[in-house]
Nanobody, 123 residues
């Protein structure tokens, strides 16, 4: 089992940047892919980005492609989400999670969700 804790959220102006971190505890962190999802008020949770266990492959939602970058440091048991050119529509609670099976784009294949970190982008 992997326990995940997100940090790095906050308030930023449109066009700004933030880096989210997800610190994991547990011996199996580097055995699984990791993902980031987000949920805005009144909306369903949606996929943002994912990375394989080795970091060799990454996946992005079309809405963040070219602006967000997911990375991981297995030595530090941490996965990151670098967010650039932020838009007001990026405002949401961002969750880190572990991918166990199936498509990386759907939350059904994930387990071990963090508590989330709020990102607010002002216009």
């Amino acid at each position: 089992q992997v326990h995940l804790v997100e940090s790095g959220g906050g308030l930023v102006q449109a066009g700004g940047s933030l880096r989210l971190s997800c610190a994991a505890s547990g011996r199996t962190f580097d055995s699984y892919g990791q993902g980031w999802f987000r949920q805005a008020p009144g909306k369903e949770r949606e996929f943002v980005a994912a990375i394989t266990w080795s970091g060799g492959s990454t996946y992005y939602a079309d809405s963040v492609k070219g602006r967000f970058t997911i990375s991981r440091d297995n030595a530090k048991n941490t996965v990151y989400l670098h967010m650039n050119s932020l838009k007001p529509e990026d405002t949401a609670v961002y969750y880190c999670t572990t991918h166990y099976s199936g498509s990386v784009y759907h939350d059904a294949g994930y387990d071990n969700w963090g508590q989330g970190t709020q990102v607010t982008v002002s216009s």
